[in-house]
């Protein structure tokens, strides 16, 4: 069996105490993989390793059969696209230059962007359901707006493989349910997507395999429907309110 | 958009294009425009800059030959005491604010100038050490460059110690910094006062002449020996607009992106702070251009850097060019000090663009 599309092993990572612990994660084109997770047990830290952004400690990261450690800054960016938790500030730009951004990877190192390019960057707009954003301020959007122009940037080169840092935060439950069916399309197109996420409800619907974290370490992982249980549920944010009947 | 049956899907699609490209004010055609304009800005400076001044010259008689200082008053003046002068605000003021703007990015900061980091409070240091204490040996090897030499120096060791402090793992962190970069200032502020405080009156006038900028010293040896030195930075801060479009978001959004960051973030820094060494040791702290001249360019062209660098290299050089003007006419026949200007001049002048933008919706 070939090796997934996304592939991460023993991944250990801290600055001073340990924050991730012998972590594997795996995703194959068209698969979505959802991270679970109390806040601070990891999700983010995970998927910035998973990006690229932050160097393991141990462990390595492959996208494609490339080792992230082993390839250039361009290349990597090529092969991931990634929605941070947070949306930048005072950036002084249009929405369009932000989204822009997402295929600065494809472009050659010189020279102008096309009208092609701007036509891509229309389009990812659209898809999120921000085409009438394209010509705002993007610091005086909305916070919802800015996710949404953030994913558009993120999907607008649409690399093989997509880190999703809590896609549905700030956004507006109509909306929330368009981004799932988007993300169902761009699963169905080959894509392999990452997602921490605190809507468990997300992680049902759309993710393969979740993976349940707890202080920087693996729970378990599965299936939805047999690891999410209220046992290993309550387990993992360190409560008894799913239901488990023990605190 | 509605396909009428009379137009083909290539038309249409033109049409789609056109309207495309006129609702967005493309980078691209922002550059067009923006760096033009600065680039002709520049030039005229550079032409006209000589022509103004406490005495009227000739044009005519300037180039008439053969050139013989001593018989052709008009030809000295032009070529000998105004052009470069002239020059030297074009390198400077573009050095400087090609610099406030890469320091903007880097920093993460709208409000980072070149001296932010104590670049300029080190060389100020040592060039009043220079002023204070001669070495001979150096003075007889430098001659009239020793001051601008010991401040480069001083740059150099300012910014050293700065990335030193801040510097871990390869990384830059911009809090850290811009904090070592502040308590730098400090401290080498308290020394500069104590210089001052023990200074004799000569001494104190020209270090107090020095804080004020001066392009008296410009000489077509300085020149040269400025432009050589500079110009690699100047390429290379040019040239990194998509890189610190990226990093001016924040270091994890321009790796995401592609940006090598520790290596960006080290080569901007350096090249900033070489560019601001080099202005101070040619020409003293000249305030505000570094700040001044990129948001202004911002407010007319917006924030993408690959905009931004290359019209703030032009458009400062015009920018100082227009204060020196100033400076030497504005009481003639007293010459005020640059840096005075570049502060009375552009600091009305940016609040007047800010209050003409405020209630104007975004660029596009």
């Known amino acids: 069996m070939p090796a997934p599309l996304l592939e991460a092993d023993q991944l250990e990572f801290g600055y001073d105490a340990p924050l991730l612990r012998d972590v594997h994660v795996a995703a194959d084109g068209g698969e979505c993989c959802a991270l679970l997770g109390a806040n601070g047990a990891g999700k983010t830290t995970l998927l910035r390793l998973l990006a690229g952004v932050e160097k393991p400690n141990s462990g390595h990261v492959a996208i494609d059969g490339d080792n992230l450690a082993d390839v250039d800054a361009a290349h990597r960016a090529r092969l991931v696209g990634y929605l941070p938790q947070a949306s930048p500030r005072a950036t002084g730009l249009a929405v369009y230059e932000v989204v822009l951004m997402g295929l600065y990877p494809l472009m050659p190192a010189r020279g102008w962007e096309s009208l092609a390019e701007w036509r891509r960057v229309v389009a990812a707009l659209r898809r999120v359901g921000g085409r009438q954003l394209l010509r705002r301020e993007f610091d005086r959007i909305s916070g919802g ?19 999703l840092d809590e896609p549905l935060a700030s956004l507006d439950p109509g909306f929330a349910l368009e981004l799932q069916s988007t993300l169902a399309e761009l699963l169905a197109g080959g894509a392999a997507i990452v997602m921490a996420t605190h809507n468990l409800e997300l992680a049902r619907r759309l993710a393969d395999e979740v993976v349940l974290l707890r202080a920087g370490a693996v729970v378990e992982r599965g299936a939805p429907a047999d690891v999410m249980s209220p046992a290993t549920l309550d387990f993992t944010y360190g409560t008894s309110a799913f239901g488990s009947g023990r605190a | 958009m509605v396909i009428t049956g009379t137009r083909t899907p290539s038309a249409a699609r033109n049409g789609a294009s056109r309207r495309l490209r006129r609702r967005l004010w493309l980078p691209r055609r922002r550059f067009r425009y923006l760096v033009s304009a600065m680039a002709a800005a520049a030039v005229a400076a550079a032409l006209l800059g000589p022509l103004i001044g406490s005495t009227a010259i000739d044009l005519g008689a300037v180039w008439r030959r053969p050139f013989d200082w001593a018989a052709n008053p008009d030809a000295a003046i032009f070529f000998v005491a105004r052009l470069p002068r002239v020059l030297l605000a074009l390198l400077v003021g573009g050095s400087l604010a090609l610099a406030g703007a890469t320091f903007q990015s880097l920093l993460r900061n709208p409000l980072a100038t070149p001296y932010t980091l104590g670049i300029s409070s080190g060389a100020t240091l040592a060039a009043f050490l220079a002023l204070r204490i001669p070495i001979p040996a150096a003075v007889g090897l430098l001659g009239e460059l020793t001051v601008p030499a010991a401040s480069l120096a001083g740059s150099l060791v300012a910014t050293a110690i700065v990335m030193g402090l801040a ?6 962190p911009t809090t850290v910094l ?4 502040v308590s730098l200032n400090f401290t080498f ?30 000489s077509y040896r300085l020149l040269a020996m400025l432009t050589v030195a500079a110009a690699p930075a100047w390429v290379l801060l040019a040239r990194s607009g998509r890189a610190l479009n990226l990093l001016a978001l924040g270091r994890r959004e321009a790796a995401a992106l592609g940006v090598a960051t520790d290596r960006a973030e080290r080569n901007g820094l350096l090249g900033a702070a070489w560019l601001t060494g080099l202005s101070v040791a040619a020409a003293g702290p000249v305030g505000f251009v570094g700040i001044i001249v990129p948001h202004a360019l911002r407010l007319l062209g917006g924030s993408d850097y690959r905009v931004l660098l290359p019209a703030s290299l032009l458009g400062g050089g015009a920018f100082l060019v227009l204060c020196d003007a100033a400076a030497r006419t504005l009481l003639a026949p007293v010459e005020l000090p640059i840096g005075v200007l570049t502060a009375c001049l552009g600091g009305p002048f940016f609040l007047a663009l800010l209050l003409g933008r405020r209630g104007r919706p975004g660029i596009g």
């Open chain 2, 178 to 181: 811009l904090l070592a970069g």
């Open chain 2, 189 to 218: 502020g308290a020394f500069i006062l104590l210089l001052q405080y023990f200074a004799d009156f000569t001494d104190t006038a020209r270090m107090v002449r020095w804080l004020m900028g001066d392009l008296e010293g410009a």
């Open chain 2, 167 to 172: 510097g871990r793992r390869g990384e830059l």
């Open chain 1, 145 to 163: 707006e800015q996710r949404r122009v953030m994913l558009a940037r993120a999907i607008v080169a649409e690399p093989p493989v997509l880190l």
